[in-house]
């Protein structure tokens, strides 16, 4: 069964840090893009960042470019988010996404969420 498992969200500072991870299982990670987005209450959903399959090539946000840093392990079929520098505003239950674009097929894959809350 596919899964993608996010853990890492809680409460933090203004200010400060928080890295998000998305666990992934049943399905070749190393073919599937990856994304992290996410949701703040009363906004619509949003594309944090992204990361190839082949190159690891990253984009990011324009509200969090700087401050976050997307990455994967191959190895470990797992993707990370750095955030630093944490706004009021990056508020929001964060989401895992995997994509394949294949000459076949295409398959959308979602994690539960994580909640990162930044509040004094």
């Known amino acids: 069964q596919v899964q993608l498992v996010e853990s890492g969200g809680g409460l933090v500072q203004p200010g400060g840090s928080l890295r998000l991870s998305c666990a992934a299982s049943?399905?070749?990670?190393?073919?599937?893009?990856m994304s992290w987005y996410r949701r703040a209450p009363g906004k619509e959903r949003e594309l944090v960042a992204v990361?190839?399959?082949?190159?690891?090539?990253?984009h990011y946000a324009d509200s969090v470019k700087g401050r976050f840093t997307i990455s994967r392990d191959n190895a470990k079929n797992t993707v990370y988010l750095q955030m630093n520098s944490l706004k009021p505003d990056d508020t929001a239950v964060y989401y895992c996404?995997?994509?394949?674009?294949?000459?076949?097929?295409?398959?959308?894959?979602w994690g539960q969420g994580t909640q990162v809350t930044v509040s004094s």
């Open positions: 049943g399905f070749t990670f190393s073919t599937f893009g």
């Open positions: 990361i190839s399959s082949t190159r690891g090539s990253t």
């Open positions: 996404k995997a994509g394949y674009r294949g000459a076949v097929r295409q398959y959308d894959y």
